[in-house]
Each structure stands twice: as C-alpha cells, then as structure tokens.
C-alpha cells in the first residue's frame, strides 16, 4: 500500500514570498502520479499540479512549480510570489501507474497555508 | 470546471437511520469516486466506479456501500448511519483516474 506524508500541518509566510511544501511518499511502484490539490475556505477541491513519475522534468504552472525527487521519494510544491488568494489547505496527493484497477488517489493529511498581508 | 454537483449539500440524521449521497455529473466521464474528509486523515477512498454497475471498495468502505445504474449518477449509501461517519463527503468523477474533478462537498452529521 502507498502511503503519503505531509510533515507540516500549517504554515505562514508574507504575501509575496515564496514558501515551499514538503510532501514524501512511499511506493513499491515504479510508474505512478503525484498531484498537489488545493482547498480554499470555499471546500472546492481545485487541481494545482500533476507530476508523472516518468517524467524528468519538473512541472510546472505559472507561479506554482515542483521539486519531484524520484530516488528520494519526495515532491514539494513551491509557490512564487504567494497571493492573498493561496491561502488554503494544500494536499499531496499519489496514483500507481494507470492500469485498469490503480485509479485511485491516495492522500496526505495536509498543510494548511496562511498569506499574511 | 467540470458539471459535477452532490445533493443534498447538508444533511443532519439521527443514529440508526439510512441515508443515501447523491453525486451527478454532466461530463459523461467513466470513473466516479467517493471520498470522506476528516480532520487529521486528508480525503480518503470509499469506493470508487470505473463505468455503470462496476465498483470497488477503497480504503474506508465499511458501513458504506455504492450503486451506479447510470454513467451520470452515483449513490453512496449509509445503511445505518453512526456517529463515526460524520463527515465531509465528495465526490469525483473524471474521464481517466489521474484527472479527477471534485464536486463541492456534502456535510453530514449524524447525532
């Protein structure tokens, strides 16, 4: 079974610096998905990034980008230039390899992120 | 965003009673999950659908269980509810399992 890790459960930084989430796994699996979720005070899960493990390169999406170590078992999300507007709870998330059976998400306890104006 | 709504949105119910989650959505996507919230666990899997009267337990199915007669609905269903199962409740649906869209969430209490 696949286990997730957030070690911070909050976190506060000033509006306009960067702030960097930590997020580890454990897997047997060798091809498999890494997503962070964000959930804002409204409760909408809203998708931020998504990693294949396959994929050397980083992700990344506008302001938000990630440090994915494979060998580590790590994949921390970075935010730039923080806004007001990310505050919320940010999740790590992991899937095995899409084949028929794997489709589910399997979750971390969360970080919950405050933007200080 | 994708057309996914859960009814009813809150839902108080005693001990002992059934109640059953309606999730729909518009997409025509073949997968559809159900997960609960609770503080300190993250979301968590019940069960899940991948196409109409096809489903699966997840992490936390006891005392749940799921029909899917359409592609468009999914019921979660508690046949006896207690006060362990309160919870939030959401629903996802997607076209393949690493692309799921969430629906808005659907609060339950149970005194």
């Known amino acids: 079974a696949q286990t997730v890790t957030q070690s911070q459960p909050e976190m506060s930084v000033q509006e306009a610096e960067t702030v960097t989430l930590s997020c580890t796994y454990d897997?047997?699996?060798?091809?498999?998905?890494l997503f962070w979720y964000k959930q804002p005070p409204s409760r909408q899960m809203i998708l931020v990034i998504r990693?294949?493990?396959?994929?050397?390169q980083n992700a990344t999406e506008n302001r938000f980008s990630v440090n994915f170590q494979k060998a580590a078992k790590s994949f921390s999300l970075k935010i730039s230039d923080s806004q007001l507007g990310d505050t919320a709870m940010y999740f790590c998330?992991?899937?095995?390899?899409?084949?028929?059976?794997?489709?589910?998400?399997?979750f971390g306890t969360g970080t919950r992120l405050t933007i200080i104006p | 965003d994708a057309g996914i709504t859960q009814s009813p949105r809150h839902k108080v119910t005693e001990t002992g009673t059934p109640v059953t989650l309606r999730c729909h959505q518009t997409?025509?996507?073949?997968?559809m999950y159900w997960y609960r919230q609770d503080p300190g666990h993250g979301l968590r899997l019940i069960h899940y659908?991948?196409?109409?009267?096809?489903?699966d337990k997840g992490e936390v199915s006891d005392g749940y269980s799921v029909s899917r007669s359409k592609t468009e609905d999914f019921l979660l269903t508690l046949e006896s509810a207690t006060s362990s199962q309160t919870s939030v409740y959401f629903c996802?649906?997607?076209?393949?399992?690493?692309?799921?869209?969430f629906g808005p969430g659907t609060r339950l209490t149970v005194t």
């Open positions: 659908s991948y196409g109409v009267k096809d489903t």
């Open positions: 990693q294949e493990a396959y994929k050397q």
């Open positions: 996802a649906s997607g076209v393949v399992g690493f692309e799921q869209y």
């Open positions: 998330a992991f899937m095995a390899g899409a084949n028929f059976g794997n489709e589910k998400l399997t």
């Open positions: 897997t047997s699996e060798n091809n498999y998905y």
């Open positions: 997409e025509n996507h073949r997968y």
